[in-house]
């Protein structure tokens, strides 16, 4: 199988706080992993992708100091929504792939209400 | 980066198959054709992925034409619970982590 978690599935913060999202590969090792964001009735839109051991490389107009990832392992990535505002509010989903232009595997997507 | 066309809803009704069909005119040499299903408030689900010709496993097929300037995702006597969106990406393959998705699909299977 290729199982992806993520946790929270869902959270509610204040405006200013900020906010951690885990991203797991279960039962793989994933070298590279994906960040999206989706609005309601909207497509997934790409915000950055991770290799695991190195920098990020974030989507055109994502901020980088904003959205913070972080891939230290085979299995885990973050994405930390930093100072998060009401318009951070959304729904988003990562995923991971055993390699560089590999299948993406997704995972359950996580809630997010800034109030 | 191979830009994906699919008609933005289709209506079926329960057993029939259900073909939808996305235009990918630039697509790359190296470029695989990948499919997602996502329900409302849930990560995309990996359906099939194919490169030429035809491709099946247990719950679709994918026809790509010899020229995989588009290609056909055939899903056999849907149920209710089929009723998603459906994504086709373009992209992947060897050291090419650039796929998008596109506006996708929105089949309603009704009664």
């Known amino acids: 199988g290729a199982v992806v978690s993520q946790h929270p599935s869902r959270v509610i913060c204040k405006s200013g706080t900020s906010v951690k999202i885990e991203c797991r590969s279960l039962?793989?090792?994933?070298?590279?992993m994906f960040w999206y964001r989706q609005f309601p009735k909207q497509s997934l839109m790409l915000m950055a992708t991770?290799?695991?051991?190195?920098?990020?490389?974030?989507e055109q107009g994502v901020e980088k100091d904003k959205f913070l990832i972080n891939h230290a392992s085979l299995t885990l990535s973050t994405l930390t929504v930093t100072s998060a505002h009401p318009e951070d509010s959304s729904f988003y989903i990562c995923?991971?792939?055993?390699?560089?232009?590999?299948?993406?595997?997704f995972g359950p997507g996580t809630r997010l209400l800034v109030l | 980066l191979a830009k994906t066309t699919q008609p933005i809803s289709m209506d079926s009704y329960e057993g029939q198959e259900v073909n939808i069909t996305c235009s990918h005119n630039?697509?790359?040499?190296?470029?695989?054709i990948t499919w997602y299903q996502q329900f409302p408030s849930q990560g995309p689900r990996f359906i099939i992925q194919g490169y030429k010709t035809k491709v099946t496993n247990e719950v679709a097929s994918l026809f790509i034409p010899a020229d995989r300037k588009s290609s056909t995702l055939s899903l056999p006597r849907v149920s209710l619970s089929d009723t998603a969106v459906y994504y086709c990406l373009v992209g992947g393959g060897p050291s090419n982590n650039d796929m998008r998705f596109g506006a996708g699909t929105r089949l309603t299977v009704k009664p």
């Open positions: 630039n697509i790359a040499t190296n470029d695989y």
């Open positions: 991770s290799n695991e051991g190195s920098k990020a490389t974030y």
């Open positions: 995923s991971a792939a055993r390699g560089v232009g590999e299948t993406q595997y």
């Open positions: 039962d793989f090792q994933a070298t590279t």
